[in-house]
DNA sequence: TTCTATTTAGGAACAGTGTTCGTGTCAACC
DNA sequence: GGTTGACACGAACACTGTTCCTAAATAGAA
């Protein structure tokens, strides 16, 4: 009756104890090139995702890409929602999070949610996980006392720090989300939303929509990193002096 | 060959036509009390989704809900998609615009805002459909529209304007999104993270996470109303003198 | 060395999911 | 009155996450 993933899965999310590799291995892998580890799991899954998408990505394509059944998995992993949190985990745990710099704050955020957004994005659809992860995953946690501490360094109050945090992570992951999304959506749909597409739509509204029509360029115009990086700034732009 | 749902769907891209309501019906639903239509189907999923949350809405319990087979449902609604796009038009059709007023403009899209977050909130999860909603839904862009005279009248330049409300939407789903998923996961889950749960962990954690230790209080503090308020006005703050 | 305990691997199955096919049934038009 | 075409729907397909139960193989104990 011994659970090992659970406790596993508990552990990782009360102390970052060092990964306890035991170096002897049990069990029947000895047959298999390689053997069924928690990391290989992590592996093959994001480069399911890399490649086909986050809703590509279930236990029976994983064990395939491992040459196994699905009840394979469950030895290591304890759900499909403990392998999403370990996937994020694995993507925050790339992020690099510059010295605070008093001087540099803003730009310091700011690339550290760009940092955040292309690993999300090369990863299609995998924010959808980063939004449902439990608060108390390590590395996410980690993210964000290296966020807390560029903010707290830039002389923000702590209160607004911590919301202010809150809000760009959260903004950073629906944007990744929507992104993907659209992009899926935008693949192989016979009604793809081009630009042009768009400005010919909303031209064609009627005139209960006079804003929407006057203004179709200025709602068309811009790529996606252009949306966030204006967001970004909004956001941090009102964290200096608050009202 | 007739495929009337498919029709009907672009044509609800496309024109707000009045929507045709036959008089007259054809078809073995004589016999059924109430006859199977969009609205029927669009009721009823509101219904499920209120009561048990967005994954339980199943076309399978739809179809049950209406005393009827899965199959039933494809004659009216083109996708599982396609229904999600009309319960989000649904409830979008719901928010009251308020006349823009170029005094209290700011005061008036946080209401607005509220108003989506609560009706969102109100059926638990759907945000997801919101995020994936195809951008022509002429509900959301009769919101979008309303949301775009109101910051134009308070003197924001249309290109600032444009990309802010596309922030706002974003932000208001990204918010109900995770709240959704939050409350689920704390409904009947072993781990629930009650507040005090959750200083206590961060009182746990290595001396490797500083600021979070010492700022647990202002990082657990507030109710996710308080933090969606904060940022709100945290945005629409910026919107007036922008850098 | 032999034996047992523990851990890992995996086949088969269960209860769900979205969606399609084909068939049957009824109402309205010519 | 017969034909047409819209509607309803049972059955099935190809999936999904997850669990049970069995088989294999090693680690430590006797």
Redesign the interface.
């Known amino acids: 009756m011994a659970s090992p993933p659970q406790r596993r899965r508990?552990a990782r999310?009360?102390?970052?104890l060092a990964d306890g590799t035991n170096a002897t291995r049990r069990g029947p892998s000895a047959g298999r090139k390689k053997p069924i580890t928690v990391d290989a799991i992590v592996e093959t899954a994001l480069g399911i995702v890399e490649r086909e998408g986050y809703d590509a990505l279930t236990m029976r394509r994983v064990a395939g890409a491992l040459e196994t059944g699905p009840a394979s998995l469950y030895a290591h992993v304890v759900n499909k929602e403990d392998l999403d949190d370990l996937l994020i985990g694995r993507l925050c745990a790339e992020i690099e999070l510059p010295e605070p710099n008093p001087r540099t704050w803003r730009e310091q955020i700011i690339s550290v949610c760009a940092q955040i957004r292309d690993q999300y994005l090369r990863y299609p659809g995998i924010s959808?996980a980063a939004?449902?992860a439990?608060?108390?995953n390590l590395e996410t946690?980690?993210v964000?006392?290296g966020m807390?501490?560029i903010v707290?360094a830039g002389g923000v109050d702590?209160?607004t720090?911590?919301?202010?945090i809150?809000?760009l992570i959260?903004?950073v992951?629906?944007?990744c989300?929507?992104t993907s999304?659209?992009d899926r959506?935008a693949d192989q749909e016979e009604?793809a939303?081009s630009r042009d597409e768009?400005l010919r739509?909303f031209a064609?509204?009627?005139g209960?929509?006079?804003?929407?029509k006057r203004?179709a360029a200025?709602?068309t115009?811009?790529t996606a990193v252009d949306?966030f990086e204006?967001?970004l700034n909004?956001?941090t732009?009102?964290?200096g002096n608050r009202?």
Chains 1, 2 share one sequence.
Do not use: C, K
């Open positions: 508990a999310h009360r102390q970052p959808l939004l449902a439990v608060p108390t946690l980690r964000s006392e807390l501490g707290l702590p209160q720090a911590a919301w202010a809150d809000a959260l903004y992951n629906a944007f989300l929507e999304l659209l959506h009604w939303v768009l739509r064609a509204l009627p209960t929509f006079p804003h929407t203004h200025e709602l115009s811009g949306r204006f967001t909004l956001i732009a009102g964290l009202t």
